[in-house]
C-alpha cells in the first residue's frame, strides 16, 4: 500500500472546508483532488489547501486511478447517487449525514458496499468527539451506575441554505438535519430502539418561526428500548445565540452532562465584538464562550483519522460508521420519528 491515502473531496462548501482543515493534519492522508461545479469556490479552495487536481465534474474524478477514496461533502439529496457511483468505480467512501433522504435510497447504498467491497464510512463526528468519547468510559467504568435516561439536542436559528429548506434537497427539517447527530450518538451506543414517538412542526406555516422552510422548524422524538431505557431527542431550527449541541445521561447513581458547543475553557467579555465565536452565533458583543478547536471538539479530527486507518487496515471500522448504521439511523427518523407524527401515535420497529 502506498505511504498515504490517496482522498478526493467533493464538494468544496462549508463541510468540505471542515473536512479539508482535518485531512491536512491527518499523517496517513492527503488530499489530491476536489471537485465542484462552480469554478471559483474551486480554485479557491485548491489554493487554500494546496491541492494538485481539479474538477468540475465528480465523474471525471472518479475515473482518477490515483484516488483511494473519495469524501463526500455534498447536499443531503446528492449524497447516494454519487456514493454509489464511487464505490462501483472502485473508491471507497466517506460521507456526510445523512447519507440518503429516502430509506429506499439508504438500502441502494447497502447493497452496493456489499455488492463492491468498498468501505463504506457514515461519518458521524459525534461519535468521536473526545467529550462524548470520556462520557462513554465513565459510563463503562459505572461512574454513573445504571444508565436510565439519555437526552441530546442539536439546534441553531436555521439554514440559509436553499438546500436545508426544501424537503427535495434535505428530506425533512431540522430532525434529519440536526438531530440526526444526537440520534447517530445514542444508536452507536443503544442500537435501534423497540418504540418511538415523535413531534414535530408541520413545515411552512404551521412551523413555529421559519415559515418559508418546507420542513419542520421544531421536531422530538422519544425512544424506547427493550431494556426500559429511554431517550429524547431534539432538533430545532429557533435557538438563537449560536449553535447549542448538548448530551445529558441520567444514571442510577450519577449523571453527565456534555456541553460540546459552549463547554469551552475561555469565557469571553467585548464591548466592540470579536471574529468568531461558535457556529452561527450572529455577533460576540458582551460575555460570549468562543470555541477553542471545533475541528477537534466535535469530533471531525478523530473521525477522518478513524477512517483513514480503517482502510489502511490499522483499525477496525466503529459499528456505528458503517453503511447499515447510517440506514438505520435515517429510519428511525422517517419510519420512526417523522410516522409517529404523521399518525398521532407511537410506531415500533
Not at 464538494?11 to 496517513?28: P, V, Y
Not at 435510497?105 to 468501505?119: A, F, L, N
Not at 486507518?309 to 456505528?320: A, L, P
Request: with cysteine.
Amino acid at each position: 500500500m502506498a505511504l498515504k491515502i490517496n482522498v478526493g473531496i467533493i464538494g468544496a462548501k462549508f463541510a468540505g472546508e471542515f473536512h479539508g482543515e482535518c485531512l491536512k493534519e491527518i499523517d496517513d492522508a492527503e488530499v489530491i483532488a476536489v471537485s465542484s461545479r462552480n469554478e471559483q469556490v474551486l480554485e479557491s479552495f485548491q489554493e487554500r489547501f494546496r491541492i494538485p487536481k481539479g474538477y468540475t465534474d465528480y465523474r471525471s474524478m472518479l475515473e482518477d486511478p490515483d484516488i483511494d477514496v473519495v469524501d463526500i461533502c455534498l447536499p443531503n439529496y446528492m449524497h447516494t447517487e454519487v456514493a454509489v457511483e464511487a464505490m462501483k468505480a472502485g473508491k471507497h467512501v466517506i460521507c456526510e449525514k445523512p447519507f440518503a433522504v429516502t430509506i429506499e435510497d439508504g438500502k441502494r447504498v447497502v447493497e452496493t458496499q456489499k455488492t463492491t467491497g468498498r468501505m463504506f464510512f457514515y461519518a458521524e463526528d459525534w461519535i468521536f468527539a473526545p467529550a462524548l468519547v470520556r462520557a462513554k468510559e465513565i459510563i463503562a467504568e459505572g461512574g454513573i451506575g445504571e444508565p436510565l435516561y439519555y437526552r441530546g439536542k442539536e439546534c441553531h436559528s436555521g439554514s440559509h441554505s436553499i438546500y436545508a429548506q426544501k424537503l427535495k434537497y434535505c428530506g425533512g427539517g431540522a430532525m434529519i438535519h440536526l438531530a440526526v447527530h444526537p440520534i447517530g450518538f445514542f444508536y452507536s451506543l443503544l442500537g435501534m430502539p423497540e418504540k418511538i414517538m415523535g413531534r414535530c412542526s408541520d413545515g411552512g406555516e404551521n412551523n413555529l418561526l421559519h415559515k418559508n422552510f418546507e420542513g419542520e422548524d421544531w421536531g422530538i422524538g422519544i425512544l424506547t428500548y427493550k431494556n426500559g431505557v429511554k431517550v429524547s431527542v431534539e432538533g430545532n431550527y429557533i435557538t438563537t445565540g449560536g449553535m447549542d449541541s448538548f448530551v445529558e445521561i441520567y444514571g442510577s447513581e450519577g449523571l453527565l452532562r456534555i456541553d460540546l458547543t459552549f463547554g469551552s475553557p475561555i469565557t469571553a467579555y467585548s464591548r466592540k465584538g470579536y471574529g468568531y465565536a461558535v457556529e452561527k452565533a450572529d455577533f460576540t458583543h458582551g460575555w460570549t464562550k468562543p470555541a477553542v478547536d471545533e475541528h477537534a471538539s466535535l469530533g471531525y479530527k478523530n473521525e477522518l483519522a478513524h477512517f483513514i486507518s480503517c482502510i489502511r487496515g490499522k483499525e477496525k471500522q466503529d459499528e456505528g460508521t458503517t453503511a447499515e448504521s447510517g440506514l438505520n439511523i435515517l429510519r428511525i427518523i422517517l419510519e420512526g420519528i417523522y410516522k409517529s407524527h404523521r399518525e398521532g401515535r407511537e410506531v415500533g420497529f
